[in-house]
């Protein structure tokens, strides 16, 4: 063999044992990801669907119980994934020739970004469908029963689900850009109809982000406040400690004589409101001992920060407006090609990068916040080891909405410079200028919104509680107004 063929073969080897060790990579992060989901859902999820009599109900469950985790851990894939391409390229500018470092490039980041989109558009199209299906389905009538005869039910719905959907998306891309050529692309099922219905599904997580993101903004401050031990200016523990007392004995009186008017009540509601009352005084406890550097700094502090993260953030993007008028490289756009390693996403460099971290996992947990708190979703909020099955899905769902949206919903907003890898970029109104101007102005303006109506109904209800003018017969702005018997009593 001459020179040249042998070098043709030394370089397909390196390719080949560069895939192999992305590959390899690749796995054990996702493995990774999923124990901690899986760990995670043990905790949430009812003991009870699980070691029920009926052995087939058991088995669908935990078959629908794999396929949460694996959409949770696609979930949390794709809210690191952002982070992780940002922290990989200041790596390879401060260390361009380590050796220890060869596995990171761009193609690991590129392939990173593909498979995060091709396991969303699998869990959101087929796998949650699947397992929704999966549980409520019986069999058919007439059919042997057992999971096999559930398994042909849900495929069947299915499939039929698919072609519904087809259809519909069909008509709307029909209807939306009306030439001959669009409505042929649709044709190809894998190439046009996923990404298409992947970036309507995308253009709603964006929306709802918009809507949970702000409103998450304005509660983490009062979701903190109930975290940390406030100092003593702001609440008195004793006076709480002895109001759960005296409630808890009078409810135990209550219990313990028979003889007494209170037989018609409930019990066991009692009991419920008695071992309430008590998990409260422990809580309660617990914050009383709480040292000084606790209460008088880390409250403080803890505020602090959060007031400054979210100023930062609707300053970057109000910033971000004024490019959008001037310089038309601000609007978001793919990348093909991940050359990693070569110029900073962020004009302060290493530190700029760190910043932009923080703010875009501060923006997805108060998004998860402010979704939880709307009152639309409020009933899905998952409960400690009582989480149905149907709840779980749509929770696995929700998340995984919310989080595949936030690479596209966090560069339209300009927090950071990266631009969109692979068919994250493909979706076609990222490049329509009204769309993202009147996004990124929308933010701003309920972000602000939600906090000055937050921070100032916050402070003057604490001032209020403070100096004891919540227990004055005046009405007062935020407290309601007592009423005749409760003053005369």
């Not at 509601?269 to 914050?287: C, D, G, I, P, S």
């Not at 900073?344 to 501060?362: E, H, N």
Request: charged share 15%.
């Amino acid at each position: 063999m001459e020179a040249a063929d042998y070098e043709v073969l030394s370089v397909r080897e390196q390719l080949f044992h560069e895939r192999v060790r992305e590959c390899i990579i690749s796995t054990l992060l996702f493995a990774t990801l999923y124990i901690l989901c899986h760990i995670a859902l043990t905790h949430f999820r009812k003991p009870a669907e699980f070691t029920t009599v009926d052995d087939e109900d058991a088995t669908v469950n935990k078959i629908a119980f794999e396929l949460c985790t694996f959409t949770l851990a696609v979930a949390l894939g794709a809210v690191l994934l952002l982070p992780f391409s940002i922290i990989s390229n200041e790596v390879l500018l401060s260390l361009p020739r380590n050796y220890y470092i060869q596995w990171l490039n761009g193609s690991l980041i590129h392939g990173l970004w593909n498979l995060i989109f091709l396991f969303s558009n699998l869990s959101l199209i087929f796998l949650m469908p699947f397992a929704y299906f999966f549980t409520e389905s019986e069999g058919f009538a007439g059919s042997r029963k057992g999971v096999l005869g559930r398994v042909y039910e849900t495929v069947v719905m299915l499939m039929l689900l698919t072609l519904l959907v087809l259809g519909m998306v069909w008509v709307a891309s029909a209807i939306v850009d009306n030439n001959k050529a669009s409505r042929e692309s649709l044709y190809d099922f894998w190439e046009y109809y996923l990404p298409y219905l992947y970036s309507c599904i995308s253009f709603l997580g964006v929306l709802l982000l918009l809507v949970c993101t702000p409103l998450g903004l304005a509660r983490m401050f009062s979701v903190t406040g109930k975290l940390l031990v406030k100092p003593r200016l702001l609440e008195d523990l004793e006076e709480q400690l002895y109001c759960s007392a005296f409630e808890e004995a009078a409810l135990t009186r209550r219990i313990c004589n028979p003889t007494s008017c209170w037989l018609h009540l409930d019990v066991e509601l009692l009991h419920r409101q008695v071992l309430a009352l008590q998990t409260q005084r422990v809580l309660l406890e617990k914050r009383r001992k709480a040292s000084a550097w606790q209460r008088n700094l880390g409250y403080p502090l803890a505020m602090l920060c959060l007031l400054v993260l979210t100023g930062l953030s609707v300053l970057i993007v109000a910033i971000h407006i004024l490019e959008l008028l001037i310089d038309e490289a601000a609007m978001p756009r793919g990348m093909q090609d991940a050359s990693l390693g070569q110029v900073s996403f962020s004009k302060l460099g290493a530190f700029g990068a760190v910043i932009q971290v923080i703010l875009i996992f501060y923006l997805m947990v108060s998004s998860v916040v402010g979704f939880y708190s709307s009152p639309f979703f409020r009933s899905l909020r998952p409960r400690w080891h009582d989480t149905a099955m149907t709840q779980i899905i749509g929770n696995c769902v929700c998340l995984l909405v919310l989080s595949s949206a936030l690479p596209v919903f966090s560069r339209t907003l300009g927090l950071t410079r990266f631009d969109l890898l692979g068919d994250f970029g493909r979706f076609n109104w990222l490049g329509n200028f009204y769309i993202v101007f009147l996004y990124n102005a929308a933010f701003a303006g309920l972000t602000t919104l939600c906090l000055v109506k937050t921070f100032t109904a916050a402070v003057r209800a604490e001032l209020i509680r403070a100096f004891g003018l919540d227990r004055l017969p005046l009405p007062v702005s935020g407290f309601p107004r007592a009423s005749r018997k409760s003053q005369h009593q």
